[in-house]
T-cell receptor, first 114, second 113 residues
Framework: DQQVKQNSPSLSVQEGRISILNCDYT??????FLWYKKYPAEGPTFLIS?????DKNEDGRFTVFLNKSAKHLSLHIVPSQPGDSAVYFC?????????????FGTGTRLLVSP | KAGVTQTPRYLIKTRGQQVTLSCSPI?????VSWYQQTPGQGLQFLFE???????NKGNFPGRFSGRQFSNSRSEMNVSTLELGDSALYLC????????????FGPGTRLTVT
């Protein structure tokens, strides 16, 4: 049972335009959400996060939106740059069995073309 | 500050063999988590160690095991390798684990033939 889903395996956008990556989750116990970026041959790197008490968090070109009622979060990258081309993973955290546990989605490959 | 290191980076094994992967976390980090990444499956959580104790475990068979040493370094062992174990194995460290920001190593690419 995939509790965190990224239904778009890939996304292509032009440089300068907005990239929107989506993520859905099924468990209402998740209370903290993160986005990671992964380049080939490297481990994922933390990008931005949001707590369930907020609905928006912004860091430079990156903004994460959280819609708790829809159990949906999205990552907006504006403007997109070729260096943003990578695989993006969303992750959700909740307390399961007394400990915080992080569940990752399957990833979306973003390609930003010049 | 040095990042998370994993050794070896690449490994080729045959079915039935066993393998041990190593992870050195960032200095001061006490939590080490292991993940398996395969195409289409994302990052599947294997287990987390905190202060030498396994604190969390994912849904993997008992062939997958791990341990953590007093210096927070961790090892992961897979016994009786199967073709389906071919994957990128990632280690991540954090101060406390859970929803704290995790820092990933570059991974070990395991190929089982």
């Amino acid at each position: 049972d995939q509790q965190v889903k990224q239904n778009s395996p890939s996304l292509s956008v032009q440089e300068g335009r907005i990239s929107i990556l989506n993520c859905d989750y099924t468990n209402s116990m998740f209370d903290y959400f993160l986005w990671y970026k992964k380049y080939p041959a490297e481990g994922p790197t933390f990008l931005i996060s949001i707590s369930s008490i907020k609905d928006k968090n912004e860091d430079g070109r990156f903004t994460v939106f959280l819609n708790k009622s829809a159990k949906h979060l999205s990552l907006h990258i504006v403007p997109s740059q070729p260096g943003d081309s990578a695989v993006y993973f969303c992750a959700a955290s909740a307390n399961f069995g007394g400990f915080q546990k992080l569940v990752f989605g399957t990833g979306t490959r973003l390609l930003v073309s010049p | 500050k040095a990042g998370v290191t994993q050794t070896p980076r690449y490994l080729i094994k045959t079915r039935g063999q066993q393998v041990t992967l190593s992870c050195s976390p960032i200095s001061g980090h006490r939590s080490v988590s292991w993940y398996q990444q395969t195409p289409g499956q994302g990052l599947q959580f294997l287990f987390e160690y905190f202060s030498e104790t396994q604190r969390n475990k994912g849904n993997f068979p008992g062939r997958f095991s791990g341990r953590q040493f007093s210096n927070s370094r961790s090892e992961m062992n897979v016994s009786t390798l199967e073709l389906g174990d071919s994957a990128l194995y990632l280690c991540a460290s954090s101060l406390q684990g859970g929803n704290y920001e995790q820092y990933f190593g570059p991974g070990t690419r395991l190929t089982v033939t």
